[in-house]
């Protein structure tokens, strides 16, 4: 037989489950934007460092 003190355990189980799974729902798209955000600082990076290495052979073959 479940008792009261089991029953309050299950509640307690899924309202903390409950959190969790609210948890990764609300994080997920505010991760995804900021995986972008850093991939494109990643890529402007990128970027600044082929026009550094261009400028360098320039300035190497003058």
Known sequence: MLTKGR?????YILLQL??????????FPN???EW???MS??????????????NMKKRLGE
């Not at 029953?7 to 509640?11: G, R, S, Y």
């Not at 600082?41 to 261009?54: N, S, Y």
Request: overall charge positive; aromatic content about 12%.
């Open 41 to 54: 600082h990643m890529e402007a990076d990128i970027f600044e460092l082929r026009q550094e290495i261009k």
């Open 36 to 38: 972008r955000r850093k």
């Open 18 to 27: 409950w959190r969790v799974v609210g948890g990764l729902i609300s994080k």
């Open 7 to 11: 029953i309050l355990n299950l509640f």
């Open 31 to 33: 991760t995804r934007y």
